[in-house]
């Protein structure tokens, strides 16, 4: 297994931890001049969740893949924060705000693989 599929796979554990639901991971590899290779997006009810949701992400991700996030953008609304590794976007949203901006339908090319909800 390499080193990204390794840090999604932590990335998703890190989400589910915290019950984060509706779990996409959006495989680009196929697309040309994406930003990163992979989206992984997943939602919270509630801007404490979101928070706990990146918390647990970064915690994961740190452990599991030795990987920290370059940056991590929108934890003072936390209505959607994301995060940078480099090839992987993580995509933590609010359900109202997700369903807004819609990342799956704009990148509807992508590769998507749904994760079951854990519960």
């Known amino acids: 297994m390499n080193d990204t599929k390794i840090l999604i796979e932590k990335i998703k554990e890190g989400i589910q931890e915290k019950k984060g639901k509706n779990i996409i991971i959006a495989d680009l590899t196929s697309i040309e001049d994406t930003i990163c290779k992979y989206f992984v997006i997943c939602q919270g009810n509630s801007p404490s969740q979101v928070n706990a949701i990146v918390d647990s992400v970064k ?34 949203f609010l359900p109202e705000v997700r369903s807004f901006y819609n990342l799956e339908h704009l990148w509807a090319d992508a590769k998507l693989t749904q994760i079951p909800d854990l519960d």
Do not use: C, Q
């Not at 990987?67 to 924060?81: C, M, Q, Y």
């Open 59 to 92: 915690e994961f991700a740190r452990k599991g893949a030795d990987s920290k996030p370059t940056a991590i953008d929108g934890l003072r609304n936390a209505e959607w924060v994301a995060m940078d590794y480099s090839d992987v976007l993580v995509h933590v």
